[in-house]
């Protein structure tokens, strides 16, 4: 079996199969875009992939990619039994939109507000196609398992780069403890953050980039005491973290003209972020299933956030991922650990930076340097 295929559908116990639909339209692409020729098996998948992701823009984006990939799909979702997926898109392949009424709401029980459908002649279709209980995508990764011998991949080039910063940030994290990489972080000479213009305004020029000088800044020693009180609390699932507290109790780092771009929460606002984890989880997330929690929340250590975020960084200290770091909601619910420890966060600010401070957008600049604009964290550098 093509190596990349096997990693793929090992993927596919811990990530949705819309993500590996994205992602082997993007391999597929680049397959065909290098000018190497596609296997019968890998012409079908993307035929499927173009029209079940739509590249973000739904049918539209299919019309104009290769109209002769919506009738196939119709096809191919008739033969796996997704039958209102197949007569909507068999309709598509003639030009005929969805043309029943269609309304859709969003909100907390008690208070829902209707939305708009989107316009356009097929925004009902893209609509309706994406609320359907059939899954196209599933349908689409089982396709590929079965004729995996006829696939002849490589990783897209983004995967194949985040896989490369992966494996850097694993391997400092593994050679330096966490208190030693936090020490190097606030020693840097002359620090800077290179910020990229959102896609949708980029042009390819050096204008596209906007360079910002940072600071970063401990708030000193936590006493040795508390430290060690910590330790009996929380075991040894925390002792990277409590060694890189006992030094830096607390961290504002990439700040620009005053505002941290992520902060290491010190010792004693510890209990208030935990609060604020817990209230969300049983009053937003987990409002109607309060024993869906998983008990590895209220043993938590809400070390890190950004501002303007609802969740916060955590390291869980109890159960299955003791050690690990997870985002407090989003990866919560998908019971999926963001990194495999803390001294891996701090080597990621280093060497992947958007994955911290880039994280969920909250962070931006205008040209000037504040808060707000168009450039998005993409790099660190520093002499």
Sequence with gaps: MDPYIEELLAQRAHRAAMELTWELHDALREKRDRGAKLTASEQATLHYCIVSTGDGEGIEYALRESKASIGITAEFAA?????????????????????KPVSFSAGMPGNMKPLDVPMGKWGATDVVLSLLEEDLDEA???????HAEDFDLHAPAAVAEKNKRDELVSKLAMAKAAVVLMDELLSH???????????DERRGKATDWLELPVQHRSSGAAKPKLIEQLRKQYGPAANDLLDLYRKHNGCDLFIVQDNPGFMFV??????????????????????????????YLESSIPFGWIDGDSERWILVTQGPHAGRVMLSDSDVIEDEPRFQSIGEVVASLTLDTRRVVGCGGYVSYDK????????????????
């Design 266 to 295: 010190p010792i004693e606002s510890w209990p208030a972020h935990l609060e604020r984890v817990l209230d969300w989880a049983h009053n937003v997330t987990w409002n109607d299933e309060p024993d869906e929690i998983p008990d």
């Design 140 to 146: 689409i990764v089982d396709f590929v398992k079965e």
């Design 189 to 199: 000479r002359n620090p800077r953050i290179r910020a990229l213009l959102r896609e």
């Design 79 to 99: 033969e796996r039994g997704l039958k209102e997926t197949a007569g909507i898109l068999a309709d598509a392949a003639i030009g005929k939109p969805y043309s």
């Design 368 to 383: 000037r340097g504040k808060e707000g604009g168009s450039y998005y964290p993409e790099e660190y550098v520093h002499d």
